[in-house]
């Protein structure tokens, strides 16, 4: 299994935690935080593995700035509780970001290419990532205000995501 085809699963996995967590229309907090939990684990993969590697092999990568800001806002987005609003908020972002990543040429076709012969161990060190510890949710009446910034500052609307 090459890097590239371990991540992308690593998305189909959360995809369809996200959506399990979803699919009654009430949110599942357990099944939400078995996501929020491995989406911060794979974020982490990509922040100290996968971005260091691709630096490392190529001097840069068109959007290595993006990307970091865009895991950012993500990682905000899964502070406060799941409300409606911030769970389509969430999914239109993971849908733009999966695309810095996963589609012909970006993030994954490069880490292939650094990768390729010389890191034979480093779909083992993915897999062996640890999960990080996960805090509550924080429930507050300007607790959202930070996640707003945070996608803000990657370039996005939170209200347009959130389909408002």
């Known amino acids: ?3 590239s085809e371990y991540l992308t699963s690593d ?7 996200f959506a399990a967590a979803l699919e009654t229309g009430e949110v599942d907090l357990a099944r939400y935080d078995a996501f929020r939990i491995g989406l ?3 974020i982490a993969i990509e922040e100290t593995i996968v971005l260091p590697l691709v630096r490392e092999g190529k001097g840069s990568f068109f959007a290595d700035r993006q990307l970091h800001l865009e895991h950012g806002a993500i990682a905000a987005l899964l502070v406060p509780p799941p409300t409606p609003d911030v769970t389509r908020a969430l999914a239109a972002l993971l849908q733009k970001h999966n695309l810095l990543e996963e589609t012909d040429r970006t993030l994954y076709d490069v880490l292939d290419d650094c990768s ?7 779909v ?3 897999r062996e990532h640890p999960a990080p510890p996960l805090s509550k949710n924080i ?3 300007d607790g ?4 707003r910034r945070a996608v803000a500052r990657a370039g996005y609307d939170f209200d347009k995501l959130a389909g408002g």
């Open 11 to 17: 998305h189909r996995r959360l995809e369809t935690l």
């Open 124 to 126: 083992d060190r993915m």
């Open 144 to 147: 959202l205000d930070p996640a």
């Open 1 to 3: 299994m090459s890097p």
């Open 139 to 141: 429930n507050n009446p």
């Open 116 to 122: 390729r012969g010389t890191r034979p161990d480093l």
């Open 40 to 42: 911060l684990r794979h």
